[in-house]
């Protein structure tokens, strides 16, 4: 099992998604003898064990059932325990694919945080690739790497316990030649002086810097510019879900037909309780109610109470939909872009021979 690459069945000691519902993914290592307890009932890890991923799986009693998903980045980012804000699938994949990150890239990431957006990066830089992740806060770079180590990503990373805006990100021993850096830092304009001797200089370097506020974006572009970082952009991402639905046309005639029912009725209630009056006169502790009829049909009433109809019923006029809602699960922030493009070192003597050649030509 490994989020960089897929198997069909469970073993044990792998790691494994129990999907619930839509909003609760509870990840598991699969070990035999141990019990899966949710509010669905009880699910024993033994019969886990050779089914494969993405079956359901039921309870012994067969009172509820779970599904075995293959752990994704996504998946992870929906499940992980959060020890800091987060950066959210509809950034992540949105900010590997305007940095240009693909497998063989070398990319910088500070800081780590809870990790999610570090799954996401090692899935799309595997096989050949390399990650440098940067945590200055220790407990959380500790959990950091006994995580990396449970989902077997070390090998695609290496995670180091620094604060990078005072130290920067240099790590002895170690070329990195980063091709994308992404900050996720309070003030990444202290740490982008520092990226001058880890980016590569043989093609263009990418940088995302990840922001809530504008205040931040404005010092950091401002750090940028000074840094020789060009083609500065900032974006925000905006996830949004659509729906899609039929709704049925109402015709004038319809609401014309709906007024009359109602004054109708209001008309038979009111002689209703005119002759209930009468009846009992003024004992005010009878409760008088209007018996109904089970078995009254007004037909359908788009306007109210009737008939329930199945959306897209042939006997009706119907047209189609749709109604934008926003992801509620997300956490969005500024995302400034820019560029950092080799200088051109230029040799004198190859200069003055260039200015030879010419003279001799120029004789000729």
């Known amino acids: 099992m490994s989020f960089t690459s897929f198997k069909t069945k469970i073993e044990e000691g792998d790691f494994v998604m129990?999907?619930?519902?839509?909003?609760?993914?509870?990840?598991?290592?699969?070990?035999?003898?141990?019990?899966?307890?949710?509010?669905?009932?009880?699910?024993?890890?033994?019969?886990?064990i050779g089914l494969p991923y993405g079956s359901q799986l039921m309870t012994p009693k067969g009172r509820g059932f779970?599904?075995?998903?293959?752990?994704t980045p996504e998946l992870w980012t929906m499940s992980l325990p959060h020890r800091t804000q987060i950066v959210y699938t509809p950034d992540s994949s949105y900010i590997v694919q305007r940095m240009g990150v693909i497998p063989g890239s070398r990319v910088i990431e500070a800081g780590t945080g809870s990790g999610s957006f570090t799954h996401a990066f090692v899935r799309t830089i595997a096989p050949t690739g390399k990650l440098f992740t940067y945590e200055f806060h220790k407990e959380r770079y500790e959990q950091a790497v006994s995580e990396f180590k449970e989902h077997k990503l070390q090998e695609y990373l290496i995670c180091t316990n620094r604060d990078v805006c005072a130290d920067g990100f240099d790590i002895d021993g170690t070329k990195i030649d980063a091709e994308a850096v992404f900050l996720d830092l309070p003030s990444p304009w202290e740490a982008?002086?520092?990226?001058?001797?880890?980016?590569?200089?043989?093609?263009?370097?990418?940088?995302?810097?990840?922001?809530?506020c504008v205040e931040q974006v404005l010092k950091t572009v401002t750090a940028l510019q000074e840094n020789g970082w060009t083609k500065i952009e900032m974006t925000e991402v905006s996830s949004l879900l659509w729906?899609?639905?039929?709704?049925?046309?109402?015709?004038?005639?319809?609401?014309?037909?709906?007024?009359?029912?109602?004054?109708?009725?209001?008309?038979?209630?009111?002689?209703?309780?005119?002759?209930?009056?009468?009846?009992?006169?003024?004992?005010?502790?009878?409760?008088?109610?209007?018996?109904?009829?089970?078995?009254?049909?007004?037909?359908?009433?788009?306007?109210?109470?009737?008939?329930?109809?199945?959306?897209?019923?042939?006997?009706?006029?119907?047209?189609?939909?749709?109604?934008?809602?926003?992801?509620?699960?997300?956490?969005?922030?500024?995302?400034?872009?820019?560029?950092?493009?080799?200088?051109?070192?230029?040799?004198?003597?190859?200069?003055?021979?260039?200015?030879?050649?010419?003279?001799?030509?120029?004789?000729l």
């Open 66 to 71: 779970i599904y075995l998903l293959h752990p």
């Open 192 to 212: 982008i002086p520092h990226l001058k001797s880890v980016i590569t200089h043989e093609t263009e370097a990418r940088i995302c810097c990840f922001s809530p």
């Open 18 to 48: 129990a999907y619930l519902s839509r909003t609760h993914i509870k990840p598991i290592i699969v070990k035999k003898g141990e019990k899966l307890n949710t509010r669905f009932g009880t699910f024993p890890h033994d019969s886990m």
């Open 243 to 363: 729906e899609s639905r039929k709704v049925m046309i109402r015709e004038l005639d319809d609401a014309i037909k709906r007024l009359k029912d109602v004054k109708k009725r209001q008309l038979e209630g009111i002689e209703y309780m005119k002759q209930m009056a009468v009846k009992y006169g003024s004992n005010k502790q009878a409760k008088v109610h209007k018996p109904r009829s089970k078995n009254r049909d007004r037909g359908f009433n788009p306007f109210g109470k009737g008939f329930h109809i199945i959306e897209g019923d042939e006997n009706y006029k119907w047209f189609d939909v749709s109604k934008e809602q926003k992801e509620i699960k997300t956490h969005t922030s500024y995302l400034t872009f820019a560029i950092h493009v080799p200088q051109l070192v230029v040799n004198d003597e190859n200069i003055e021979k260039q200015e030879t050649d010419t003279e001799k030509a120029d004789k």
